[in-house]
């Protein structure tokens, strides 16, 4: 049967950052027949205004718990002291879109280099200059990319995507949908062993 695996996530989410590793050998193991399909759900809107000091401190101790919890997810804490925090993820969500249209092998690259430029080279995805670069490092057309980065079609695209998230209940990040035809299931995350939820998808769509 054939069937959509909607992976939910936003490249500054910090568990979307634990999950990654896990997340690759989940989408090479899939069964044939079921495609993986990333959806961005957009954390926190545009802004300016600085992070407050409660919330930079409650981030930070996700870092430390993400840290303790999976072993080998690397964060860099200078982040905090070299870069000025905004609680403001939407442009680094653009930046995939925008990095998408030139190609769709580039959805993930972006999302990659977004995670190592904030998680592990202390920069600031929510500066629009951050993720020019990040496009220029990645051999992309930096002018065009620049110009989708705000244009009005992405910030259409990113709300769209954010729609569907909500169509598919996910209110929080990462997050996996499993849809076949009139069904959704909602698939447990799991950070350490892609195993179980390859398990699970299989038992579903055996059973429908």
Do not use: K
């Not at 009005?152 to 598919?168: H, I, K, S, W």
Request: glycine share 6%; net charge negative; with cysteine.
């Amino acid at each position: 049967m054939q069937a959509i695996l909607y992976y939910a996530h936003d490249p500054m989410c910090s568990w979307c950052w634990g999950f990654a590793p896990v997340l690759r050998t989940l989408a090479t193991g899939l069964p044939a027949g079921v495609v993986l399909q990333r959806l961005l759900g957009g954390l926190a809107t545009d802004t300016g205004q600085v992070m407050g000091r409660d919330m930079q401190e409650r981030i930070q101790a996700t870092w430390r718990r993400i840290g303790r919890t999976l072993p080998g997810t690397e964060f860099n804490f200078e982040f905090w002291t070299r870069c000025v925090p905004r609680r403001s993820t939407w442009a680094s969500c653009r930046a995939v879109i925008a990095a998408r249209r030139q190609g769709a092998e580039h959805d993930e690259r972006m999302t990659a280099a977004i995670q190592r430029a904030y998680y592990t080279q202390a920069r600031n995805p929510s500066d629009a200059s951050t993720l020019v670069e990040l496009a220029r490092e990645l051999d992309l057309d930096a002018a065009r990319f620049a110009d989708d980065l705000d244009s009005a079609a992405v910030r259409a695209e990113l709300q769209a995507e954010m729609q569907q998230c909500r169509a598919l209940d996910i209110d929080s990040f990462p997050a996996l949908v499993l849809a076949a035809g009139a069904a959704q299931w909602h698939i447990a995350v799991n950070y350490r062993d892609a195993a179980p939820m390859l398990e699970r998808v299989c038992d579903l769509l055996a059973a429908d």
